[in-house]
């Protein structure tokens, strides 16, 4: 069972449209980060959240943080197809007492954008 | 600007042999990770490291080994591979701690077991 949920499993829009990837758990986390991976690549931090309610912007990438700290969402405003990839939530849980917290990744959401 | 180098990217083996996965980082990060990826199961931890010395299990252990014996390289050895051992694995670095914990990762190796 996956601490993080994410959803949907795959997305296929046409560049242009708007898409948004979900994280959720039941669980609180002191952060969640938000990876990219390209075919063949090693995942590629986006963003880390840290604040519930936080929203951090990237270009056409809009981060949340959920208020509890139990969900985070990806927006993508006017998708291009260099926007193509595995879509990747982690975080760390509240409950991690060692000092060198261990990342809990979600299965991550398929994107694919066509011209 | 190298970061985290993986070897071999691709790999095959036959049940039962043996085979060592490198991992090197040139950032003098303190804390590195293996992790492997497989459809539909998202990035599970094997092992990680704190520093030269020192190695921990993650979540799924069982069939792997791991040394630290430099900051820079943090091998994965595989003592008699399983065709459950099919995957792809990533090694991360990142010289953070809790709350701050960003991961670099290698370009993965991609490993077939028959």
């Known amino acids: 069972t996956q601490l993080l949920e994410q959803s949907p499993q795959f997305l296929s829009i046409q560049e242009g449209e708007n898409l948004t990837v979900y994280c959720n758990s039941s669980?609180?986390?002191?952060?969640l980060q938000w990876y990219r991976q390209e075919p063949g690549e090693g995942p590629v931090l986006l963003v880390t959240?840290?604040?519930?309610?936080e929203v951090k912007k990237l270009k056409r990438l809009t981060f949340q943080f959920g208020d509890a700290r139990k969900d985070s969402s990806l927006h993508i405003t006017a998708a291009q197809p260099g926007d193509t990839g595995l879509y990747l939530c982690a975080g760390i849980s509240e409950k991690t007492t060692d000092s060198w917290g261990k990342l809990q990744f979600g299965a991550g959401t398929q994107v694919v954008v066509t011209p | 600007n190298a970061g985290v180098t993986q070897t071999p990217k691709f790999q095959v083996l036959k049940t039962g042999q043996s085979m060592t996965l490198q991992c090197a980082q040139d950032?003098?990060?303190?804390?590195m990770s293996w992790y492997r990826q497989d459809p539909g199961m998202g990035l599970r931890l094997i092992h990680y490291?704190?520093?030269?010395?020192?190695?921990d299990q993650g979540e799924v252990p069982n069939g792997y080994n791991v040394s630290r014996s430099t900051t820079e390289d943090f091998p994965l050895r595989l003592l008699s591979a399983a065709p459950s051992q099919t995957s792809v694995y990533f090694c991360?670095?990142?010289?953070?701690?809790?709350?701050?914990?960003?991961?670099?990762f290698g370009a993965g190796s991609r490993l077939t077991v028959l």
């Open positions: 959240v840290v604040t519930g309610g």
């Open positions: 991360a670095s990142s010289r953070g701690s809790l709350g701050a914990n960003v991961l670099t």
């Open positions: 950032m003098n990060h303190e804390y």
């Open positions: 669980s609180v986390f002191s952060s």
């Open positions: 490291s704190v520093g030269a010395g020192i190695t």
